[in-house]
């Protein structure tokens, strides 16, 4: 209770860098993910954590190509999303699938993929301990 009425009055006095902090850190990761992927269909499956629709989405992809609906730029752009996606959300690609990304990733798309879950826990401790200091 005493900290909350610390914190409490460090905002009324107009200290508000635990919440600066927090949105700069947020900011950052929408910076990072705009900046990796391009489709926002993508995207949004991408952050809802749902592999199974992007796997339907990258079937759907496929056909299209096949049936001459969609440009092989567009279509390799957006597969390279879709599989560094399901990548980092840890669904198992298929060879011709690791291959396929290794040809064609961004650079933003590899340094997307290469931060790993402990890269992002890494964050959260530092933002917890800035928290911390900013109770005291």
């Known amino acids: 209770?005493?900290?909350f009425e610390v914190t409490l009055k460090n905002m009324s006095k107009g200290n508000l860098t635990l919440v600066s902090q927090l949105a700069s850190?947020?900011?950052a990761m929408r910076a990072t993910v705009?900046?990796?992927f391009q489709t926002p269909e993508i995207i949004k499956l991408f952050a809802k954590n749902q592999p199974k629709q992007?796997?339907?989405k990258l079937n759907e992809?496929?056909?299209d190509h096949k049936l001459g609906k969609i440009e092989g730029d567009v279509?390799?752009?957006?597969?390279?999303?879709?599989l560094s996606a399901l990548q980092k959300l840890g669904d198992q690609l298929t060879e011709s699938e690791k291959e396929f990304l290794g040809t064609n990733m961004s650079a933003e798309l590899k340094t997307f993929v290469a931060v790993d879950n402990s890269g992002a826990q890494i964050?959260?401790?530092s933002v917890t301990s800035q928290i911390e200091n900013a109770k005291k």
């Not at 279509?75 to 879709?82: K, L, N, P």
Request: hydrophobic share 35%; aromatic share 4%; net charge positive.
């Open 34 to 36: 705009s900046k990796a």
């Open 75 to 82: 279509y390799t752009q957006q597969v390279t999303e879709i």
């Open 25 to 27: 850190v947020q900011l």
């Open 61 to 63: 992809l496929e056909r």
């Open 123 to 125: 964050n959260t401790s």
């Open 54 to 56: 992007l796997r339907v």
């Open 1 to 3: 209770m005493k900290e």
